[in-house]
């Protein structure tokens, strides 16, 4: 389960996909739903641009899967440096196995077959694999020929970055889940002034919120100005 994972490894309770804005995603939503509940595809590879959303996504399913009464596990391999490849080893005992930021380690031989194995292993156990990256399998620094047929096993899609309006939405609507209300003139604001992925918006958004909180102020302009020494 999840609470029986190295911190590293746990996921963010936030992330989840009532809060996440679908805008051209969709179908890749829909896709990713029925991985997690165990209906879909057993191998699912989603790529795009960093900051688009995907971490959230593949942390997503795994709650998805869990509350389900599925075993799921998560990693990202932007963490392999402090990690092992023999990490991997049993995984496919897993219902749901989440392997984000693929990119991280291409080149790598000891992860590159790790992963591999684990691949072939999760075929013979019949346990779903959703693998992650900032770009599609042809495009990525593989050296191991088998491995990199074993990324288009299963679809692959692309998530694709939201537009002004749908970050707007998104980050009302974290604010919303946060129970605050973020005005319209003070999440275009934020659009315009801060860095403009998700990810980032979301911890400022944090940051706010706990400012708010203790201060007893709403998120207007000049609060949110006098908070980030805008």
Known sequence: MVEQLPLRLQLKASAR???FIAGPNAELIGQLRQVASGHGEAFFFCWGSAGCGKTHLLQACCHQAASEGRTVAYVSLRDAAGLSPALLEGWEQFDLVCVD????????PDWEEALFHLYNRMRESGSALIVSAVAAPARLRIGLPDLLSRLGWGVVYQLKALDDTQRMQALQLRAQQKGC???DETASYLLRRLPRDMPALFDLLDQLDEASLAAQRKLTVPFVKSVLGL
């Open 17 to 19: 996909f009532s809060n």
């Open 181 to 183: 209300e973020m005005p």
């Open 101 to 108: 930021d693929l990119d991280a380690i291409a080149g790598d």
